[in-house]
């Protein structure tokens, strides 16, 4: 079954610098999480998007944006990167829905690491 | 994790059963679930439980709700070298609401 893909797996960046972070749902499913896990941490809820719209907002700083596009994948862009930054970002993508589809699955992560 | 507080660690021996225990403190939570980390992989879902069951039962995996404590288990049963990860577990509201996760707990299987 197809899952949640993340892309880059894997980033560098140094401070101050840009990234950009994308996420593409299970087929079908609408609306699109991202979490930031650090080092030893639980994963903290970031942003959340249904239907291109943001739906719910964590703990994301104000460096930090996000869009879903019409294709329902989505860009978590970030900006004026600090070594704090440094962490595992997760995207998840759901249906809301009945039962199980309101389930949140989650893709590999990006792993982002700021020198 | 500050609203979902989980033990740190956890160690058993091979083909013995695991108990992670796990409590919360948001009572509206319609879902509660369990994830699996292994060490620099993503979360996988083990398994979910609506907040109006009391158990659920997955193979080898049970979970126990206790709504009035607010208190969820996961038991691993013959619990193998490949359960050895971070289980995380997380409440939620369902729909478009975000999930939050406990602080996890490090199962370590003793071959």
């Known amino acids: 079954a197809a899952g949640v893909i993340q892309s880059p797996r894997h980033l560098i960046k140094e401070k101050r610098e840009t990234a950009t972070l994308k996420c593409y749902p299970i087929p079908r499913h609408d609306t699109v999480y991202w979490y930031q896990q650090g080092p030893g941490q639980d994963p903290q809820f970031l942003i959340s998007f249904y239907e291109k719209m943001q739906s719910d907002k964590g703990s994301i700083p104000d460096r930090f944006s996000a869009q879903q596009f019409s294709d329902y994948h989505s860009e978590l862009n970030m900006s004026s990167l600090e070594l704090g930054d440094s962490a595992l970002y997760f995207c998840a993508s759901s249906t809301p829905g009945q039962g199980h589809t309101d389930t949140q699955y989650f893709g590999p992560g990006t792993r982002l690491t700021v020198l | 994790g500050e609203d979902v507080e989980q033990s740190l660690f956890l160690s058993v021996r091979e083909g013995d059963s695991s108990v992670i225990n796990c409590t919360y403190t948001?009572?509206?939570?319609?879902?509660l679930y369990w994830y699996k980390q292994e060490p620099g992989a993503g979360l996988q879902l083990l398994t979910y439980?609506?907040?109006?069951?009391d158990m659920k039962q997955d193979q080898r995996l049970t979970v126990l709700l206790n709504k009035k404590d607010k208190h969820l288990s996961l038991r691993i049963a013959d619990t193998q070298t490949g359960d050895s990860a971070i289980y995380f577990c997380a409440e939620g509201s369902g729909g478009y609401q975000k999930v939050t996760f406990g602080t996890g707990t490090k199962l370590q299987v003793i071959p």
């Open positions: 439980i609506f907040s109006n069951m």
């Open positions: 948001d009572s509206s939570s319609t879902y």
